[in-house]
């Protein structure tokens, strides 16, 4: 798989402030904040790349931190790209990745004019949401997040969901599912908690546990195609697409796009490979210092990551899942206090699993095309 340096995602991190807080967070508590200044920068180094390399689909993406804190910087920047793409704006798409308590009516209108992606962090409904979701008085952010969902639908305007599967949702993925319908939501992505820190460790789920769950959501998935309700989940889209031979997410590449097809903008000022790789030692260069985005290529933070997939673990030599592997995500084998040249223990365990489990689902019913 290709180890080209070329990337076509930029995250930016304006400030890790949020106004909620959820026990599993791993944003590193910091009010820093990226000054117009250095998004002015940021927005060059980006029109920069996109032009050299004639660029057709390139996204940037705000994270947090809550972004819409600080919606006004956001608009700097987009001004700003626009007038420096001089109406090619069609190769670059912006992104929010929102907790969702903040969308009035004002900012909908903004979005909607600016032709913004919504991602929205729901864990499900009220119940288990609220489990982990809360803001800082302890109160649950469901019922305004419900609200704000139905007021960007009502507007023409489809939000994704990233939804943590825990402790205490990962055997309720069916529930999750409906409840997303009811809602009139068409695309949610489950992923598996990342024991980052210490309460997020509590939560943690172990590989069979997500397998069980991905087993469950592939099922209800098919059960609701038979009844006519077209939604994606996007894990098992990535994961059937995977064996089909189509690539639908960076993070299963192998080296995965940390670094190669994505930069992070952080809020510290520094540049790193990947939002989940926000560690000392994966700082790849100060964002001022960078007069070119292909000055990262011969980053010795980059070369590590590429290296790491060089020397594989001898389990692996003879591994019939090999091929589709990528030995897991570098923050999940940091996180097992694993050597990081090594494989992700939990990785290797669900992605056997699911691996051999969709794969005879495939097999046997050709019609479930859940990566379609
Ligand atoms: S470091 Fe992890 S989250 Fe980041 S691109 Fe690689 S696999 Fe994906
Ligand atoms: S599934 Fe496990 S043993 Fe097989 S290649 Fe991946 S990490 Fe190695």
Redesign the pocket.
């Known amino acids: 798989m290709s180890s080209e340096f070329i990337p076509t995602l930029f995250i930016i991190k304006i400030s890790n402030d949020c106004n909620l807080k959820c026990d599993y967070c791993y944003a590193r508590k910091s009010k820093k904040e990226l000054s117009e200044e250095t998004l002015a920068h940021i927005a060059n180094l980006i029109v920069k790349w996109v032009k050299k390399k004639d660029l057709k689909r390139v996204k940037i993406g705000f994270l947090g931190g809550e972004p819409f804190l600080f919606a006004e910087k956001i608009e700097f920047f987009i001004s700003k790209l626009n007038s420096l793409m001089n109406g090619r704006n069609d190769a670059i798409s912006i992104a929010i990745q929102t907790n969702g308590t903040l969308l009035t009516k004002e900012k909908i209108r903004w979005i909607k004019k600016r032709k913004i992606t919504i991602g929205i962090s729901l864990d499900g409904p009220k119940e288990i949401n609220d489990i982990a979701r809360k803001f800082p008085n302890g109160n649950g952010s469901y019922n305004i997040i419900r609200e704000n969902i139905q007021n960007l639908i009502k507007a023409g305007i489809e939000p994704r969901i990233i939804t943590v599967i825990h402790k205490y949702n990962w055997n309720k993925t069916t529930e999750i599912i409906n409840h997303f319908v009811d809602l009139g939501i068409k695309i949610f992505r489950f992923n598996p908690i990342l024991p980052a820190n210490k309460q997020a460790r509590e939560l943690s789920i172990t590989p069979n546990q997500f397998f069980e769950a991905m087993k469950e959501t592939y099922n209800t998935l098919k059960t609701l195609r038979k009844q006519g309700i077209e939604v994606i989940e996007k894990t098992t889209r990535d994961y059937a697409s995977l064996l089909r031979g189509h690539l639908t997410n960076m993070c299963l590449k192998d080296p995965c796009g940390a670094g190669l097809n994505m930069i992070v903008f952080n809020n510290d000022g520094w540049i790193y490979p990947c939002d989940m790789l926000i560690h000392e030692e994966f700082k790849m260069s100060p964002i001022g210092e960078i007069k070119d985005i292909s000055e990262l290529k011969r980053n010795e933070v980059l070369k590590e990551l590429i290296n790491r997939r060089e020397i594989a673990?001898r389990?692996?030599t003879n591994?019939i899942?090999?091929t589709y592997?990528n030995?897991?995500c570098p923050a999940r084998i940091l996180s097992e206090e694993s050597n990081r040249y090594s494989?992700s223990k939990w990785?290797?365990e669900f992605?056997?699993k699911y691996l051999t489990y969709l794969l005879l689902n495939l097999i046997n019913s050709q019609e479930d095309k859940l990566d379609q």
């Open positions: 673990p389990k692996c591994c899942f090999k592997c030995g897991g494989v990785h290797c992605f056997q």
